[in-house]
C-alpha cells in the first residue's frame, strides 16, 4: 500500500514538549499518536476519531444532549425523553464543573480536535449531523453517562418493560422480578489473567474480550497513546477520549459486564398530590421541559415534558395510586475518565490500584496482569450499602415509602470481592459471579453481604472458560488464543447423549434421523459442523427452566446442570427442530457456516461461534432467506503476553471505521472467520513498516 503523507493545519495552539503531534495510520485504520504533550495527544484523538467514525460520534452527541429529535426527527423522541428524564444534559454540565481543572483542559482538547477535524474535512461528514457542531467538552461528557450510568447499569429497553410488565401486570399472582425483564441481547464478555506458574514462557499474559453489538453506542475503536510520560494501546467505545481497555509495557487490564445491581426500582403511594415517605407526604420536584421535534418539512414542534423526581430519583410510571421511581448509582461520582486515563498511566500493581481505589467507574469487572507476574480479580463497582435483603429481593420492585430501603452510601475498595496472584495461577471472568473467577476458590459468598452478586447459577459460557484453564497445566500464548477461538458447545456435554439415547428409543423416523445427525457431529460450531444447526434450533424448541434432570449446585459448579429431565418431551422438541432443519434447509446435517453467516458490504463469509454457552460468542440475526447474519458478539479481542519486548494480537471484529468509503469498514472480517488475531505494532519501527498515512497536526500562528 502506497504511504500518504499530509500536513492539516488545525485551530489548536499545544503548550511546550515534542517538535510535533502526529498521527501514524497503520494499514487495519489503527490510529498510533504521538503527541508533543498530553493534551495535544488527547486533541489528536478527537480528531482521530472523528476521520475514523464522525457521522456516529456527532450523532451520539446530539443524543446525549437531549435533541436528537431536534436534528433527526420524530424517531428521536422517546431517545430525548429518556435522557431528559434521567437528567443528563444538567449532571454532564455539573460534572464538568467537578473535574479536575487540568484533565478538564484534556476533554476540552478531545472536543477541540473534533472540531478542528471538521473545519478542515467538512466535505466528509454528512450534513444531516453537522448540526450537532460544534462539541464541547460538556458533551462528552454527557456520552459518558448516558453511555455508562443510563445503558450498562441500567438500560432504556429494560425500563421500558418494566414500566410496562408494572403498569399491566399478566399475572398478578407473580411477584414482579426485574431479572425476567433483559435487553435483546445481554451485554457480555470474556477475560483472562494467566500467572507466570501456569504460563509455558513463564510470563504472565492477559485475554481482553468484550462481547457487544456491533452497531451503535457499543463500538470499539482501537488506538495507541505515546506522549511524554505515557505509552499505553488498547481500545475505547466511539466517544470515549480515553482507553478503557489497554496495556502498555508493564501491564494491563480488561472488564467485563459484572453480575452487578446498580439501580432500584422504588414503588410509591401517592397522597394529596404527593408521596408518602417514613409517615409524612413529600412533594414531588416538578419540571417542565420542552422537546423540539423536527418535522419532515424542516419546521419544529414542540412537544412539553413532564419530569418529576422524588427522593429515590426520577419518576418514571403512574397508575392508580401508585408511582415507580428509579435510583441509579454513580450520578455524583463524575471522574470515571480520570481513572481510565491513570490506569494506563500505571507501571506496577500499586500505581494501579491507586488509580482505582477512587471507584468512580461504576460496574465492570476489572481483570489484570503485569510484567511482575501478579494477576487480579476485582469486582469493581460502586455498590450500594443496603440495610435488609439478598440479590434477588433488590432485582425486585422495592418498597419506596421508607428510608430503611433507600440507599445512600457504596462500599469502600476494601469491602469488594477481589483475588490476587491466586494458588491455581489464573483468574477468569465470563460474566459470572466473582465466586467461580478460578479453582480452588478463593472468595466465600458468605463473607460478603448477600446483595452484593448472585450466587449462582454459573452459565455454560463461564463454566467452559474456567474449564479450559483448569485443566491445561501449562499455556502458552498460542494456545491461549487457541482456546480465545473455543466454539465448543458446553451445553451438549451435558445432554447430547440422552437426548441421542432417547430420540432412538422411539420408533419416530424422523428422531432417529436426527439422532443419526447428532452422533456425528463434533459438538462444536465451527463453520463445516455438521449437526449444530439441529441442536441450536432444538435448544429453542425446549424449555429450560424444566429440562435439566439434575440443576446447578454451588459444590459442583462446572459439572450442573447436567442431564435431561423429560426425555419424551425432549424428543418431541427434537422432532419439531428436525422437521423445521428440513423445510428450510433440505437436510439436516446443514453445515453450521451455510446457515449462520459474517456480513459486510459484499463481505458474505461463513461463520462459527453462536450463543449457547459458546466462548467464541456471536450473536445472531435472521435475513429473509432462512440464513442468520451476526450482529453481535466477539467484538474486540486482545491476547498479551507481558515478555520483553511485550506481544500482543488483537482483532476489531468490524474493523475500525465506520465513515462511508473507508477500507476500514469490515477490513478485519476476513481474519474473524479464519479464527485469526493480527499482530501489534506498537514500537516506531513496526508502525512505519506498516504506515498507510501519516498525519502532523501543527499549531496555528
Known amino acids: 500500500m502506497s504511504v500518504q503523507s499530509r500536513s492539516d493545519r488545525g485551530t489548536f495552539r499545544p503548550v511546550a514538549g515534542q517538535q510535533k503531534t502526529e498521527i501514524l495510520w497503520d494499514t487495519y485504520g489503527v490510529p498510533h499518536i504521538y503527541g508533543k504533550d498530553v493534551q495535544s495527544l488527547f486533541h489528536a484523538f478527537g480528531w482521530a476519531q472523528m476521520h475514523s467514525h464522525g457521522n456516529l460520534l456527532l450523532r451520539f452527541y446530539g443524543q446525549a444532549r437531549g435533541r436528537a429529535a431536534e436534528y433527526w426527527g420524530e424517531n428521536y423522541v422517546e431517545s430525548d425523553q429518556w435522557v431528559r428524564t434521567m437528567g443528563v444534559p444538567s449532571r454532564a454540565q455539573q460534572w464538568y464543573d467537578a473535574q479536575n481543572p487540568t484533565f478538564r483542559n484534556y476533554i476540552d482538547a478531545f472536543a477541540a480536535g473534533i472540531n478542528t477535524y471538521t473545519q478542515n474535512h467538512a466535505e466528509l461528514i454528512d450534513n444531516e449531523v453537522k448540526g450537532v457542531l460544534p462539541v464541547t467538552g460538556v458533551d462528552v461528557l454527557a456520552h459518558l453517562h448516558r453511555l455508562l450510568n443510563f445503558t450498562f447499569i441500567v438500560e432504556p429497553q429494560t425500563v421500558a418493560s418494566l414500566r410496562e410488565e408494572w403498569e399491566s401486570p399478566q399475572d398478578t399472582s407473580k411477584e414482579f422480578n426485574t431479572q425476567n425483564i433483559t435487553p435483546q441481547k445481554p451485554l457480555g464478555s470474556n477475560g483472562w489473567a494467566i500467572a507466570p506458574s501456569r504460563s509455558a514462557s513463564g510470563n504472565a499474559m492477559l485475554l481482553a474480550n468484550p462481547h457487544l453489538p456491533w452497531s451503535n453506542l457499543f463500538l470499539w475503536y482501537e488506538a495507541q497513546f505515546n506522549a511524554p510520560g505515557i505509552d499505553t494501546y488498547g481500545a475505547t467505545l466511539v466517544g470515549i477520549p480515553v482507553l478503557t481497555i489497554g496495556f502498555n509495557d508493564n501491564l494491563g487490564w480488561t472488564h467485563t459486564v459484572n453480575k452487578y445491581n446498580g439501580w432500584d426500582a422504588y414503588e410509591l403511594t401517592l397522597a394529596d398530590g404527593g408521596y408518602r415517605f417514613d409517615g409524612k407526604i413529600h412533594a414531588f420536584q416538578t419540571e417542565t421541559q420542552t422537546l423540539n421535534v423536527r418535522q419532515p418539512d424542516g419546521t419544529l414542534q414542540q412537544k412539553p415534558l413532564t419530569v418529576q423526581c422524588c427522593v429515590h430519583g426520577p419518576v418514571i410510571a403512574q397508575k392508580e395510586g401508585k408511582a415507580l421511581a428509579l435510583r441509579v448509582v454513580g450520578l455524583d461520582q463524575p471522574g470515571a475518565l480520570e481513572q481510565w486515563w491513570r490506569m494506563g498511566l500505571a507501571k506496577n500493581l500499586t500505581e494501579f490500584e491507586a488509580a482505582i481505589k477512587p471507584l468512580q467507574i461504576p460496574m465492570f469487572t476489572v481483570i489484570y496482569a503485569d510484567r511482575e507476574g501478579h494477576i487480579m480479580h476485582l469486582f469493581n463497582g460502586q455498590v450500594p450499602v443496603r440495610s435488609q435483603g439478598d440479590y434477588a429481593y433488590w432485582s425486585g420492585i422495592i418498597p419506596g415509602d421508607t428510608s430503611t430501603t433507600l440507599w445512600t452510601q457504596f462500599h469502600p475498595y ?160 427434537l422432532e419439531a427442530a428436525a422437521q423445521r432443519v428440513m423445510a428450510t434447509y433440505r437436510t439436516l446435517d446443514v453445515p453450521w457456516g451455510d446457515v449462520f453467516r459474517l456480513c459486510s458490504g459484499n463481505l458474505d463469509l461463513p461463520a462459527n461461534g453462536g450463543e449457547v454457552g459458546i466462548f467464541r460468542n456471536l450473536w445472531f440475526s435472521p435475513l429473509e432467506d432462512g440464513r442468520f447474519e451476526a450482529i453481535g458478539g466477539d467484538s474486540y479481542v486482545a491476547a498479551i503476553e507481558f515478555s520483553n519486548p511485550v506481544r500482543a494480537m488483537a482483532l476489531t471484529s468490524y474493523g475500525n471505521a465506520t465513515q462511508p468509503n473507508s477500507p476500514h469498514v469490515g477490513d478485519q472480517l476476513e481474519l474473524f472467520a479464519k479464527k485469526q488475531l493480527r499482530p501489534i505494532w506498537r514500537s516506531r519501527q513496526e508502525i512505519e513498516a506498516h504506515l498507510a498515512t501519516r498525519e502532523v497536526l501543527t499549531d496555528v500562528e
Open 414 to 573: 476494601g469491602d469488594l470481592p477481589r483475588v490476587l496472584d491466586p494458588q491455581s495461577g489464573w483468574l477468569q471472568n465470563a460474566n459470572d459471579p466473582p465466586w467461580t473467577t478460578t479453582f480452588p476458590a478463593p472468595l466465600k459468598p458468605d463473607d460478603y453481604p448477600s446483595y452484593i452478586a448472585p450466587r449462582g447459577p454459573v452459565e455454560f459460557r463461564a463454566q467452559h472458560s474456567a474449564k479450559m484453564l483448569k485443566s491445561d497445566e501449562w499455556i502458552s500464548f498460542e494456545k491461549m488464543v487457541e482456546y480465545k477461538h473455543s466454539t465448543h458447545v458446553e451445553l451438549a456435554e451435558r445432554l447430547l447423549d440422552d437426548l441421542i439415547t432417547a430420540a432412538r428409543q422411539q420408533s419416530g423416523e424422523v428422531a432417529k434421523n436426527a439422532a443419526d445427525v447428532l452422533e456425528n457431529w463434533d459438538r462444536k460450531t465451527e463453520s463445516d459442523s455438521r449437526g449444530a444447526v439441529l441442536f441450536a434450533f432444538w435448544s429453542e424448541e425446549v424449555d429450560f427452566s424444566n429440562l435439566f434432570a439434575s440443576p446447578w449446585n454451588e459444590q459442583e459448579p462446572l459439572t450442573t446442570p447436567n442431564g435431561l429431565a423429560d426425555p419424551v418431551n425432549a424428543v418431541t422438541a
